[in-house]
């Protein structure tokens, strides 16, 4: 179990950009949730898969962010025509639907820093 | 919807003092209840969480957390903190079977020697 991973871990780029992240969950489960950070605030909930299916999207997901999960593993988040106010930590987390308390339990990626200039 | 508060932006405490972090939830529905912590350049790391059952909840690291429907709280508390529990602390809720999280702004606990 090599938890949840997150790539990059930085990105600088400038504003009218595109920009993707990746998410790879735990390997065994089977539900992926996006969060968005920024700074002193708590992450705030962006959408969420279970499996393929994306189940839910907060109305913070503007038209210009789309997110994937196409075979049921990994996830992306992409970002068209960033804008400074994109600039945040993104969090990527995983976990898995089913008995026991566990289920609930949500596990957190280092996330991805994105910074647009 | 559920709202989440934490009514104390940075916590200053002495090494081997006790400390009480406060979250306050707001709800209509049954909740779940979560506390997380973030070290530094780091992801959220499960504290502990109230689903069900007992309202005093023990997790990692000696961290404990009791749960007040009447009050609608559910404060974090450690009887000895050590320098290397310095990091953000956030509570966070969730609707009764029901799995996306609602954060609070975070506590920054500052430990010194």
């Known amino acids: 179990d090599t938890g949840v991973s997150q790539n990059p871990r930085h990105k600088i780029t400038k504003r009218g950009q595109n920009v993707t992240f990746r998410c790879d969950p735990i390997s065994e489960h089977n539900r992926l949730y996006w969060y968005r950070q920024t700074l002193g605030q708590g992450p705030e909930f962006l959408t969420y898969f279970q499996n393929e299916a994306q189940l839910e999207k907060s109305r913070l997901l503007s038209d210009r962010f789309s997110a994937e999960r196409p075979k049921g593993s990994f996830s992306t988040l992409e970002i068209q025509r960033t804008e400074q106010g994109d600039s945040a930590m993104y969090l990527c987390?995983?976990?898995?639907?089913?008995?026991?308390?566990?289920?609930?339990?949500?596990?957190f990626g280092p996330g991805t820093r994105l910074t647009v200039t | 919807a559920q709202s989440v508060t934490q009514l104390d932006s940075q916590v200053p405490v002495f090494e081997e003092a006790p400390v009480e972090l406060r979250c306050n939830y707001s709800s209509s529905v049954s909740v779940y209840l979560f506390w997380y912590v973030q070290y530094p350049n780091q992801g959220l790391q499960l504290l502990l969480k109230y689903l069900s059952g007992s309202t005093l909840v023990k997790g990692i690291n000696g961290f404990e957390a009791e749960f007040n429907k009447s009050q609608t709280s559910f404060h974090l508390r450690k009887p000895s903190v050590h320098i290397s529990d310095t990091a953000e602390y956030f509570c966070?809720?969730?609707?009764?079977?029901?799995?996306?999280?609602?954060f609070g702004k975070g506590t920054m606990l500052l430990v010194s020697p």
């Open positions: 966070a809720v969730s609707e009764a079977g029901y799995s996306t999280l609602t």
């Open positions: 987390a995983s976990s898995l639907v089913g008995s026991g308390r566990n289920r609930y339990e949500q596990y």
